[in-house]
């Protein structure tokens, strides 16, 4: 895949390149990433790349001069490019949405600064804005390194382990189950005892409830449109039961 990233600030997609998944993937060609400084395509001896507000208000807006050449010039050497502008404004950003991108072989991702860009370029050069969460930040470029990094594992060798990605929380619609590595016992607190039994038919089961279990109790959301399976059925109305006859016994004793 290549990624073109359109920014004042070409420097910061350095960061990407400092150790781990990403940087291997960029380093076997798997994903290549480009940058373009939109202030190239500023005119003027001030390479000015900012305006103030039609109508007024406070803070500047990028001109759609400079940002409209920069898309044409990435546009032009890649021609089938997905085009995204990370806005606050844009489509909510999730794991789907990744998978999603990671089919396609070119993206273009624009990244705006100081109050925003002119509307204009959202809506006659991008194909979709995007939004990675209802927070505003100073640029879109954290924005594009977030979508860079979640896109960039999901590519084919990426992880080395392509188990790693299948199994991954949002992979199974569920939070992660809790994972633990040695000690055994740390400052008081045991792995459980589970995990260590050897029985990995046992070890797949436990880990599936303790998912239903944590995504239950921090994002039900997330349980509304996930299939359950028969088993994931039998233990949640278990679960329902035990919790009815405690409370039972609590109504009947006070
Ligand atoms: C475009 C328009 C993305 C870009 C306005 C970008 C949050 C996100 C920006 C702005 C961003 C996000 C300055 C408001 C840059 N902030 N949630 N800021 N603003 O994905």
């Given at each position: 895949m290549n990624v073109t990233v359109l920014t004042l600030f070409p420097e910061m997609f350095s960061a990407l390149l400092v150790g781990g998944i990403i940087k291997r993937a960029v380093e076997s060609n798997r994903i290549s990433i480009e940058t373009i400084d939109i202030r190239d395509f500023a005119k003027g001896?001030?390479?000015?790349?900012d305006d103030r507000p039609y109508g007024g208000g406070s803070g500047m807006v990028m001109k759609p001069e400079p940002l409209a050449g920069a898309i044409r010039h990435a546009k032009q050497s890649h021609p089938g490019a997905f085009t995204l502008v990370l806005t606050p404004q844009g489509r909510l950003f999730d794991h789907g949405l990744a998978r999603e991108l990671a089919r396609c072989a070119e993206l273009i991702l624009v990244c705006g600064r100081y109050e925003?860009?002119?509307?204009r370029i959202c809506q006659d050069l991008a194909d979709e804005e995007l939004s990675i969460g209802d927070y505003v930040l100073t640029g879109g470029e954290l924005a594009a390194m977030v979508v860079i990094d979640a896109v960039g594992r999901l590519?084919?060798?990426?992880?080395?382990?392509?188990?790693s990605a299948q199994e991954?929380?949002?992979?199974?619609g569920l939070l992660e189950y809790p994972q633990y590595t040695r000690p055994r016992s740390f400052e008081g607190f045991d792995v459980p005892d589970m995990l260590l039994s050897g029985n990995h038919g046992a070890i797949r089961q436990w880990r599936r409830q303790a998912s239903l279990v944590r995504t239950f109790l921090e994002r039900p959301d997330l349980l509304l449109d996930q299939p359950l399976t028969p088993e994931d059925i039998v233990f949640l109305e278990r679960l329902h039961r035990d919790i009815e006859i405690t409370l039972d016994r609590h109504s009947t004793t006070s």
């Amino acid at each position: 895949m290549n990624v073109t990233v359109l920014t004042l600030f070409p420097e910061m997609f350095s960061a990407l390149l400092v150790g781990g998944i990403i940087k291997r993937a960029v380093e076997s060609n798997r994903i290549s990433i480009e940058t373009i400084d939109i202030r190239d395509f500023a005119k003027g001896p001030h390479r000015t790349v900012d305006d103030r507000p039609y109508g007024g208000g406070s803070g500047m807006v990028m001109k759609p001069e400079p940002l409209a050449g920069a898309i044409r010039h990435a546009k032009q050497s890649h021609p089938g490019a997905f085009t995204l502008v990370l806005t606050p404004q844009g489509r909510l950003f999730d794991h789907g949405l990744a998978r999603e991108l990671a089919r396609c072989a070119e993206l273009i991702l624009v990244c705006g600064r100081y109050e925003g860009i002119d509307d204009r370029i959202c809506q006659d050069l991008a194909d979709e804005e995007l939004s990675i969460g209802d927070y505003v930040l100073t640029g879109g470029e954290l924005a594009a390194m977030v979508v860079i990094d979640a896109v960039g594992r999901l590519l084919p060798g990426a992880l080395g382990n392509e188990q790693s990605a299948q199994e991954d929380s949002f992979s199974t619609g569920l939070l992660e189950y809790p994972q633990y590595t040695r000690p055994r016992s740390f400052e008081g607190f045991d792995v459980p005892d589970m995990l260590l039994s050897g029985n990995h038919g046992a070890i797949r089961q436990w880990r599936r409830q303790a998912s239903l279990v944590r995504t239950f109790l921090e994002r039900p959301d997330l349980l509304l449109d996930q299939p359950l399976t028969p088993e994931d059925i039998v233990f949640l109305e278990r679960l329902h039961r035990d919790i009815e006859i405690t409370l039972d016994r609590h109504s009947t004793t006070s």
